[in-house]
């Protein structure tokens, strides 16, 4: 551990008196810094966009598989240095850190728009509410809907940068280790370059070795893709019910190496909360549940006279969790809150009387800012006051004319979306855990009954509403991530929304033919009737299903809601305990509700054991090379996802091309399990 120690306000004028300073910090800001005669250039804006557009491939496929995707900062950030630094040599220009960090701000903005295409436009399809199930008659309508998706929240995220980037100072866990990243891999010497040199090996190496693993679960899926471990263990002590853990419940250990990278970067409290929740829902509660007659099983969103599944069950009291969760830790901060509130105002009173011609109005607050941009460098207002207008109108015309979502409706998802843009970005600054499911299931609530004869209206404003504020929070969640990173290395905000912008664009020509690509080799994306199908979709399931119950006649058990009620409060006083009362030391090893809330409505458990798997690969390793885990620990991690994801997207072009040929080895009698 770093040491620390106290230094002057005066030398460092961003820390308040009395705080804790890094050591490390403080030499690494003493070193001479690299002359970069620009920040922004096309060369890192376009390598940056297309390597996003590979995270993107790789984030419809995890998001169809597992319902969950993953930021390409540390992706964008190391194999972009390595492609603009022989760029760099080659032309014989400069290229440094800053650059570097337009690189993979460009690639997080690519790679990072999937949200939609991973669970209400194909719960839209799954539900017959579109014209056809076919994606290619609604060209027009994807596209318009993904530009609306793709610039509101970019917009979004520059007014929110103030707060949780400079005077919440959130860690940030990926956008941290990103920038860390950056600054090992420009720091001068042999000793650094070779290091960047391993780094790239490294994430070469995790790259294709897990994409070649995913491929070879397509053919080989007993040993590459699938370990029915409990299986074979109840079959030979002739126990049925450990052989239904894993054939009913998901007890099997999978390959899952997008998991296995995320476990390495993720806090051990964290997956120790995910997995606990898991355990608690489908491995103890749920089955207990199920066994009494008093639940269906473990998925599935069956309509009254039946209570449930302990997917839909447990669905309710984890989505109250994570809301209350991330709701407390706003709490905390009330103060900040408070004051980034009425600087909003102030500055918004002073840009109408500049427009009057009238004398700005005098800043009597007490409260200095801690932001250290040259004014010169930071983001105008009119941009993102411009920005959001005209996207929100563009989002106007769009939900009405292509959706026929009432006006009211999106304006009300549109202010709402701000609103839970906070709850997402204090979640994801805090834990790295981006909660845009339970927000969207906050949504989908909330416009449960709009008033209108057609139910097809009804269901459609409900996800699309819900649509529009999960696509606004993730896409703030990453836009401010990537501030984030800037901050650390001290580069341009205006630099990096540039670079948004570029990657913007490429985010929306890429993810409507990836989505087409995937819905062509596996039409049970779109169609639910289709019972085997090669995705889980546990997400487009629970967008349909909760649209369902919320619209028509279902409701939420009783005793789900009173689960709800006793874990939100659990969580009020978790989050209190935490802030107020547990020591510093002690916060890292607290139970993370939040995380335990993920767990109770992911039913694929077979998640727990990659995750975990991860953590302990991680640990292990940091514990005998603490050295070389810090430096390469990242590249590894980043190598995985985007490799699982690459794998799953040329399976989609194999099995399009009609290759499906596999053989059944360790699938169990007859292949059932394969």
Not at 121 to 134: C, Q, V
Not at 181 to 188: M, R
Not at 578 to 595: E, H, M, S
């Amino acid at each position: 551990m770093s040491e620390k120690t106290e230094y002057p306000l005066e030398k460092y004028s961003s820390k308040k008196i009395g705080d804790a300073i890094d050591l490390d910090e403080i030499k690494e800001e003493e070193e001479e810094e690299i002359f970069e005669p620009q920040q922004f250039t096309w060369r890192a804006a376009i390598v940056g966009s297309l390597l996003g557009c590979v995270v993107a491939a790789s984030n419809l496929y995890l998001g169809l598989q597992i319902g969950w995707t993953f930021g390409a900062s540390l992706w964008g950030s190391i194999f972009g240095f390595l492609i603009l630094k022989s760029l760099a040599r080659v032309t014989g220009t400069i290229f440094g850190p800053k650059e570097n960090c337009v690189c993979q701000t460009a690639a997080t903005s690519a790679g990072g728009l999937s949200s939609g295409f991973v669970t209400a436009i194909p719960a839209m399809y799954r539900m017959g509410l579109m014209e056809t199930r076919d994606p290619k008659n609604d060209v027009a309508a994807l596209i318009l809907w993904t530009i609306c998706s793709a610039f509101f929240g970019m917009f979004y995220a520059i007014p929110l940068r103030s707060y949780f980037v400079i005077n919440q100072n959130l860690p940030f866990p990926s956008p941290r280790a990103a920038a860390e990243t950056i600054k090992n891999l420009h720091k001068a010497g042999s000793s650094a370059a070779n290091d960047a040199r391993k780094s790239g090996m490294f994430l070469a190496i995790s790259f294709f070795g897990s994409m070649v693993w995913g491929v070879a679960g397509k053919f080989i899926p007993g040993i590459f893709d699938s370990i029915h471990f409990l299986y074979y263990i109840g079959k030979a002590a002739g126990s049925a019910a450990v052989m239904g853990a894993d054939t009913a419940w998901g007890w099997y250990f999978n390959w899952e190496w997008a998991f296995i990278g995320a476990g390495f970067m993720t806090p051990g409290s964290t997956v120790a909360s995910f997995i606990l929740g898991q355990i608690a829902a489908f491995g103890i509660a749920g089955p207990l549940m199920t066994s009494s007659g008093y639940l269906t099983g473990k998925s599935g969103y069956p309509l009254p006279p039946a209570i449930g599944s302990a997917q839909s069950w447990f669905l309710w009291p984890g989505v109250a969790m994570m809301v209350v969760c991330s709701f407390s830790e706003l709490g905390a901060q009330a103060p900040g809150i408070y004051r980034g509130l009425r600087r909003g105002v102030f500055e918004a009173r002073n840009k109408i009387r500049k427009l009057q011609k009238k004398e700005p109005l005098e800043n009597n607050s007490r409260h200095v800012s801690n932001d250290p941009t040259p004014q010169n460098e930071r983001i105008p207002t009119y941009y993102w006051v411009i920005g959001i207008t005209a996207s929100a109108l563009l989002t106007i015309l769009v939900m009405g004319l292509q959706f026929h979502v009432p006006v009211y409706a999106t304006i009300g998802c549109l202010i709402l979306s701000f609103i839970l843009a906070f709850i997402a970005l204090q979640s994801s600054g805090e834990t790295d855990i981006n909660p845009t499911g339970a927000i969207a299931k906050v949504t989908q609530l909330v416009f449960a009954r709009i008033p209108n004869d057609d139910i097809k209206i009804v269901q459609k404003t409900n996800l699309m509403c819900a649509n529009i504020v999960a696509s606004v929070c993730s896409q703030s969640v990453d836009m401010v991530g990537d501030l984030k990173t800037a901050q650390l290395l001290r580069a341009s905000p205006k630099a990096m929304f540039w670079a948004q912008m570029v990657g913007s664009v490429f985010a929306v020509a890429v993810a409507i033919p990836l989505f087409m690509v995937y819905t062509s080799a596996y039409p049970c994306i779109l169609d639910e009737s289709i019972e085997d199908c090669k995705f889980a979709t546990p997400s487009v399931n629970a967008w349909a299903n909760v649209c369902r119950l919320l619209t028509g006649t279902g409701k939420v058990p009783h005793e789900s809601m009173i689960a709800s009620v006793v874990l939100a409060v659990l969580s009020v006083v978790s989050v209190i305990i935490r802030v107020k009362f547990l020591p510093d030391a002690w916060k890292p090893y607290w139970i993370n509700l939040n995380a335990v809330g993920i767990g109770f409505i992911n039913p694929s458990n077979y998640l727990s054991y990659a995750f975990g798997l991860g953590w302990l690969l991680s640990a292990i390793w940091r514990r005998t090379s603490r050295e070389s885990h810090e430096k390469f620990m990242y590249s590894v991690a980043g190598g995985l996802i985007a490799g699982s994801g690459i794998a799953g997207l040329i399976k989609a072009a194999l099995t399009i091309g009609g290759i499906d040929n596999f053989l059944l080895v360790g699938c169990g009698d007859g292949g059932s399990l394969c």
